[in-house]
């Protein structure tokens, strides 16, 4: 991710006059007007950060911390923005239908985990369904 930061201080871009603008400053410049911020942000190694217990789920006033992580979602926003001007070709279309599927369930996925160690740590009991079963359904 740092290196794709390092990539788009190099990277021209046209301005809105419709010129290509290749002058490093210029590019520089524009960069940390626009999309740095969020790059930066979205950059940021979440999960060492949580492993080297720089913060911490249960610590208070640090649950908000993860939606930074929403940054990454811009990232996808300004790569769709790039992408639809090819939008006439339709494996393009289906590549991105399924990659939005892809998403979606991942998402979903994350939901499920969440509402399922929020209940883990909220009755704080194991969860071993084989104990549980063995007992309310034994034939002794």
């Not at 490093?24 to 911020?37: C, E, P, T």
């Not at 610590?59 to 990232?75: M, N, V």
């Given at each position: ?53 720089v913060y911490s789920y249960d610590e208070p006033g640090t649950g908000h911390i993860h939606l930074l992580k929403l940054t990454r979602l811009l990232r996808l926003a300004r790569l ?61």
């Amino acid at each position: 991710m740092f290196a794709d930061i390092a990539l788009n201080f190099r990277t021209t871009y046209v301005s809105k006059k419709g010129e290509v603008v290749s002058s490093s400053r210029s590019i520089a410049v524009n960069y940390l007007k626009s999309w740095f911020i969020v790059d930066l942000l979205a950059a940021l190694p979440f999960d060492l950060l949580y492993a080297s217990d720089v913060y911490s789920y249960d610590e208070p006033g640090t649950g908000h911390i993860h939606l930074l992580k929403l940054t990454r979602l811009l990232r996808l926003a300004r790569l769709l923005q790039k992408m639809d001007r090819y939008s006439q070709y339709s494996a393009l279309i289906l590549t991105l239908l399924m990659l939005s599927f892809t998403l979606v369930a991942h998402w979903l996925a994350c939901l499920w985990f969440v509402i399922a160690d929020y209940e883990r740590n909220r009755y704080r009991q194991d969860w071993d369904l084989g104990e549980c079963w063995d007992e309310r359904f034994s034939t002794d």
